[in-house]
């Protein structure tokens, strides 16, 4: 077997997610007026990890979800909803 890991469903699954809320999460964080770095301040993560999950190259876990629907004030089915344009 090579070094190539084969993409599985579950991986192209975590990155409908990842690319479907990111910008959700980035366009509720500028609608609240806050920066990158307060929001990660409030999440307990790093500016950088802030980063990745708005420009979809992560998905977040469970818990940063909750954490991501407290601070920013929205339901974990406003940022999974598939419907576009929903924030």
Do not use: Y
Not at 2 to 30: C, F, K, L, Q, Y
Not at 65 to 70: F, K, P, R
């Amino acid at each position: 077997m090579g070094s190539r890991a084969t993409r599985t469903h579950r991986d192209s699954n975590m990155d409908w997610v990842a690319e479907r809320i990111g910008p959700r999460i980035r366009a509720r964080r500028v609608e609240l007026g806050m920066s990158m770095r307060e929001l990660a301040r409030r999440l307990g993560v790093s500016p950088s990890f802030v980063s990745r999950l708005e420009n979809g190259r992560c998905p977040p876990s469970v818990g940063t979800l909750c954490a991501l629907t407290s601070v920013l004030g929205i339901s974990a089915s406003q940022l999974l909803d598939s419907k576009p344009g929903t924030t």
